[in-house]
């Protein structure tokens, strides 16, 4: 019972402070992470077997980890060593492409090839942050779009903000369809056993039906202000210039880029695990990367990863206690067995919290709650569930400012150069379009699982 206390307080403390964002995010987790290793596993349960499972060690060191032989391992408890080491790789890689100016480049060879025209800029500008998204932190997305979108829109004459928006929320939507697409898809991948094909063949879909309905409404709300028929410019005379400084490291970055897709898209084939992949291409980046090397090992976000080492031990309190069993437990109840009505609060309740709290740990908090309900109720499985988690946690954090680090980045640029975003702007326009998409979602699940 006295550890049951422990863990929920430390868990209620660590969101308060992580909301309050007085703090670095990585200090609070860690911090409380401390906390639950002394008061939950040490003064409440007095159990070292709990804090072990916990740390969960000794499980980089098992063939499984590396290589499963096409069979999914499962990690459902205490530290996901696997999302931390695949996301210090992938970061590795993106630090790469960056440094061969290859964000930059593409996007202005697509507004090139969209004649320099404003609503063809905005329209492309969508589906470039979509698909860039399934495969690349969506906080370097929107990094590097929003500032090539001012870029343009001095030129061009247009207003950047809808576009800035319309990219941020398309950036979380194109997130949800991969495993790596946004990092609460990869805990949940690498915690339930999941492949990169299975998120295509789920949330992919269900996250390419939303993209062409969110496309429709963005244009046909937004494309009256993207430019002032007075401001109009004439194309024929518009020349952003559009170079590659050194063609070597352009050309490796992006056969890096092309063999980590490979990889994760056949990994279910050929049993090499996320952390396999996330180590192989860091690797062969530093390698390609010679001089730069240690550079690009400097740019890692280090406290991004001690962020989720703190978080996880903090959830791990939860369950080792057996907390998330109860809450678990409780929604069953709540639901009466329901399958449409548990589904319905599994993606409202993931949307709405993921909306003023960070996904991640939510994210962490209800894979053992999902787990926990699939093994109590017979009329919904934890695949259904899985998905339904993705899609609720991943487009809830387009709803507000602060839902998604991709919001505050978007938002953040386009204020520093001028253009500033509101609380009452941004959700006017986005709070619809997540209700809208939540929508098709949720009814997407009930007629294709259900």
Same mark, same amino acid.
Request: hydrophobic fraction near 55%.
């Given at each position: 019972?006295?550890?049951?206390?422990?863990?929920?307080?430390?868990?209620?403390?660590?969101?308060?402070?992580?909301?309050?964002?007085?703090?670095?995010?990585?200090?609070?987790?860690?911090?409380?992470?401390?906390?639950?290793?002394?008061?939950?596993?040490?003064?409440?349960?007095?159990?070292?077997?709990?804090?072990?499972?916990?740390?969960?060690?000794?499980?980089?060191?098992?063939?499984?980890?590396?290589?499963?032989?096409?069979?999914?391992?499962?990690?459902? !408890?205490?530290?996901?060593?696997?999302?931390?080491?695949?996301?210090?790789?992938?970061?590795?890689?993106?630090?790469?492409?960056?440094?061969?100016?290859?964000?930059?480049?593409?996007?202005?060879?697509?507004?090139?090839?969209?004649?320099?025209?404003?609503?063809?800029?905005?329209?492309?500008?969508?589906?470039?942050?979509?698909?860039?998204?399934?495969?690349?932190?969506?906080?370097?997305?929107?990094?590097?779009?929003?500032?090539?979108?001012?870029?343009?829109?001095?030129?061009?004459?247009?207003?950047?903000?809808?576009?800035?928006?319309?990219?941020?929320?398309?950036?979380?939507?194109?997130?949800?369809?991969?495993?790596?697409?946004?990092?609460?898809?990869?805990?949940?991948?690498?915690?339930?056993?999941?492949?990169?094909?299975?998120?295509?063949?789920?949330?992919?879909?269900?996250?390419?039906?939303?993209?062409?309905?969110?496309?429709?409404?963005?244009?046909?709300?937004?494309?009256?202000?993207?430019?002032?028929?007075?401001?109009?410019?004439?194309?024929?005379?518009?020349?952003?210039?559009?170079?590659?400084?050194?063609?070597?490291?352009?050309?490796?970055?992006?056969?890096?880029?092309?063999?980590?897709?490979? *990889?994760?898209?056949?990994?279910?084939?050929?049993?090499?695990?996320?952390?396999?992949?996330?180590?192989?291409?860091?690797?062969?980046?530093?390698?390609?990367?010679?001089?730069?090397?240690? *550079?690009?090992?400097?740019?890692?976000?280090?406290?991004?990863?001690?962020?989720?080492?703190?978080?996880?031990?903090?959830?791990?309190?939860?369950?080792?206690?057996?907390?998330?069993?109860?809450?678990?437990?409780?929604?069953?109840?709540?639901?009466?067995?329901?399958?449409?009505?548990?589904?319905?609060?599994?993606?409202?309740?993931?949307?709405?919290?993921?909306?003023?709290?960070?996904?991640?740990?939510?994210?962490?908090? *209800?894979?053992?709650?999902?787990?926990?309900?699939?093994?109590?109720?017979?009329?919904?499985?934890?695949?259904?569930?899985?998905?339904?988690?993705?899609?609720?946690?991943?487009?809830?954090?387009?709803?507000?400012?602060?839902?998604? !680090?991709?919001?505050?980045?978007?938002?953040?640029?386009?204020?520093?150069?001028?253009?500033?975003?509101?609380?009452?702007?941004?959700?006017?326009?986005?709070?619809?379009?997540?209700?809208?998409?939540?929508?098709?979602?949720?009814?997407?699940?009930?007629?294709?699982?259900?």
């Amino acid at each position: 019972m006295l550890g049951e206390v422990f863990a929920v307080v430390i868990f209620v403390a660590m969101f308060g402070f992580i909301v309050w964002d007085r703090f670095p995010k990585h200090i609070v987790t860690l911090s409380c992470g401390a906390l639950t290793s002394i008061l939950v596993f040490g003064v409440g349960m007095r159990s070292a077997k709990a804090f072990w499972n916990t740390i969960a060690i000794s499980g980089i060191i098992k063939k499984e980890f590396w290589y499963t032989a096409g069979e999914a391992a499962e990690q459902t !408890s205490g530290i996901n060593w696997a999302t931390i080491i695949f996301l210090w790789g992938m970061m590795i890689m993106v630090e790469g492409m960056a440094e061969a100016g290859f964000f930059d480049w593409l996007c202005l060879k697509i507004a090139k090839m969209a004649k320099y025209e404003p609503i063809r800029i905005f329209v492309s500008f969508m589906i470039l942050s979509a698909f860039l998204a399934m495969f690349i932190d969506s906080i370097t997305v929107i990094l590097f779009l929003a500032a090539v979108t001012i870029r343009l829109a001095r030129t061009l004459k247009f207003n950047p903000v809808p576009v800035i928006m319309a990219e941020v929320f398309c950036a979380n939507l194109g997130g949800s369809a991969t495993m790596c697409g946004d990092p609460p898809n990869i805990i949940i991948g690498t915690s339930l056993g999941y492949s990169f094909a299975d998120f295509v063949m789920n949330t992919g879909v269900i996250g390419a039906v939303s993209l062409l309905i969110i496309i429709l409404y963005f244009y046909f709300t937004m494309r009256n202000r993207l430019q002032d028929p007075s401001d109009k410019v004439d194309i024929s005379k518009i020349n952003v210039e559009v170079k590659i400084d050194n063609k070597v490291e352009f050309i490796r970055s992006t056969v890096i880029f092309v063999l980590a897709v490979i *990889m994760l898209i056949t990994h279910a084939m050929t049993g090499l695990t996320v952390s396999f992949i996330g180590v192989f291409i860091a690797i062969i980046t530093l390698i390609a990367s010679r001089r730069k090397a240690l *550079m690009l090992l400097k740019r890692v976000d280090y406290y991004t990863l001690l962020f989720f080492i703190g978080l996880f031990v903090v959830v791990g309190g939860l369950e080792q206690t057996g907390v998330l069993e109860e809450i678990a437990g409780f929604i069953a109840k709540v639901s009466g067995g329901n399958p449409y009505i548990m589904i319905a609060i599994i993606l409202w309740v993931s949307a709405i919290a993921s909306a003023f709290i960070d996904n991640i740990p939510f994210s962490a908090t *209800m894979i053992p709650v999902i787990s926990s309900l699939a093994a109590q109720t017979p009329g919904v499985d934890l695949h259904t569930m899985a998905w339904t988690l993705a899609i609720g946690t991943d487009i809830g954090g387009s709803m507000t400012p602060i839902g998604a !680090s991709a919001n505050v980045v978007g938002i953040s640029t386009a204020g520093k150069e001028g253009y500033p975003i509101s609380w009452s702007t941004y959700c006017k326009e986005m709070v619809p379009g997540t209700m809208i998409v939540l929508v098709v979602s949720m009814l997407n699940i009930y007629f294709r699982y259900l």
